[in-house]
């Protein structure tokens, strides 16, 4: 039996609960960011710098009132302890040592405060946390709007769309999407929460719209679809394999219209065949990242002011570009082919994982969904990967109880042939 698995089934303290919301709330982006920081140097503030101090402290102290648990759930999650020790390793050829070390601890706490939460959570408790905190920003955001609408609402680009607590409207409407799947697989799980989990599901919706981001829409259609769909169907094998590859079908058709009919897929969804600018990004970040394949220009230093291939890129697209924009790219330029590796086998796992416990209805109604979630917005924002970001720790988070839940599945099914074996080997 895994050791990790009962104590997720236990109810948590209020404390314990606060802490995991404060450490959230830290790591949503919202607010401080805007506050302290400018979306060209989001790293710049020395005052939140050393905010994330204690943060840190408190993910190290919960790492190690779990160390056994921890240690359990090691060996499941190499891949991605390999990915973080990579980050580390890369300050070697990295141009910027201290600035690869930082942000590689960065990296470490907050993958860490994802395997604590996978460890302590159940799923709807898991689900009913990250509605919560959404539902907190969700707040945030309006009370935000409506006091000061300077802060809240876009006016320089995107006039009038709603950027809440964030630097703009699509990383808004990202995180109200996510709230809206998370408060509809509280509404599946726990029936005494449906009506106020209904009702968060609705408010995020109107939020997204009021976010104009397309992608966020979509996200949003995307994450209610599965949980309703997965869940009702996962009674019946065959519908759900249907579905699955339904969806894999779908996928195909829009990558193939992406390669041949680019202009006629974009008409579609109402955006421009650039993506506002994105595509520039990757083709000029695509020829950065060719100069370094394998091992990449050091984790978290390609953007770091005056670099000499950051600035090329800036100058070129006439604008300070602050990320790719696409968290493989993201991946490739700072880590090269070996971070890619390593990011794609970890995506392997996770659909493995995922596939194989779909009977499971809390996997059905929050996991699946998330984790689709999370790598559709991947593809043009880069979240792969990222220190004090909560798109990654709910992603290891998510990767964590799937992991435990199969390894908890083979020692029960290891167990009766474990009894047999001992029983034959017993002689009175």
Do not use: C
């Not at 359990?72 to 991605?80: D, F, K």
């Not at 990296?107 to 405060?113: V, Y």
């Not at 094998?237 to 390669?259: D, K, N, R």
């Amino acid at each position: 039996m895994s050791l990790a698995a009962p104590a997720a089934a236990r109810p948590l303290a209020p404390a314990l609960w606060l802490t995991f919301g404060a450490i959230a709330l830290m790591m949503s982006e919202a607010l401080l960011g805007p506050l302290l920081t400018t979306p060209d140097d989001p790293d710049g503030s020395p005052v939140l710098r050393v905010a994330w101090l204690p943060v840190y402290a408190a993910i190290a102290g919960l790492l190690a009132w779990q160390l056994r648990d921890v240690l359990h759930a090691a060996p499941r999650l190499v891949l991605v302890l390999a990915l973080v020790m990579l980050a580390f390793l890369s300050a070697l050829w990295s141009h910027a040592l201290e600035l690869t070390l930082r942000r590689s601890l960065a990296l470490a706490m907050t993958t860490g405060f994802g395997l604590v939460l996978g460890l302590r959570l159940s799923w709807a408790q898991m689900a009913l946390f990250v509605a919560a905190i959404f539902g907190l920003l969700a707040l945030g955001s309006v009370i935000a709007v409506i006091v000061s609408p300077s802060f809240g609402v876009m006016s320089e680009i995107h006039v009038g769309a709603w950027r809440g607590l964030w630097f703009e409207k699509n990383a808004f409407g990202a995180a109200m999407a996510r709230g809206s799947a998370a408060a509809i697989a509280v509404a599946i799980l726990l029936p005494r929460w449906r009506w106020p989990a209904a009702l968060l599901a609705g408010a995020s919706v109107i939020l997204v719209l009021a976010s104009t981001s397309k992608t966020a829409l979509l996200l949003t259609l995307i994450g209610a679809v599965l949980a309703v769909a997965l869940s009702v169907s996962r009674a019946r094998i065959a519908l759900q394999l249907g579905l699955i590859w339904a969806g894999a079908l779908g996928v195909g058709a829009i990558a193939l219209l992406y390669a041949f009919a680019p202009a006629f897929l974009f008409g579609l969804i109402g955006r421009e065949p650039t993506l506002t600018g994105r595509t520039d990004i990757w083709g000029e970040l695509a020829a950065a990242a060719a100069n370094r394949p394998w091992l990449g220009y050091g984790f978290g230093a390609f953007w770091e002011i005056n670099h000499l291939e950051a600035e090329r890129i800036r100058n070129a697209l006439q604008w300070t570009v602050p990320s790719a924009h696409n968290g493989w790219l993201e991946v490739r330029v700072a880590l090269g082919f070996a971070g890619l590796i390593l990011v794609a086998a970890i995506a392997a796992q996770s659909l493995v994982l995922l596939l194989g416990q779909l009977q499971d209805r809390a996997v059905a109604a929050f996991a699946a969904p998330s984790l689709a979630m999370f790598f559709l917005a991947a593809g043009s924002e880069s979240i792969i990967a990222q220190p004090n970001n909560l798109s990654w720790v709910l992603f290891v988070a998510i990767l964590t109880r799937l992991a435990l839940n199969a390894g908890s599945r083979r020692d029960r099914r290891r167990q009766p042939l474990e009894l047999v074996m001992r029983a034959r080997a017993f002689r009175p």
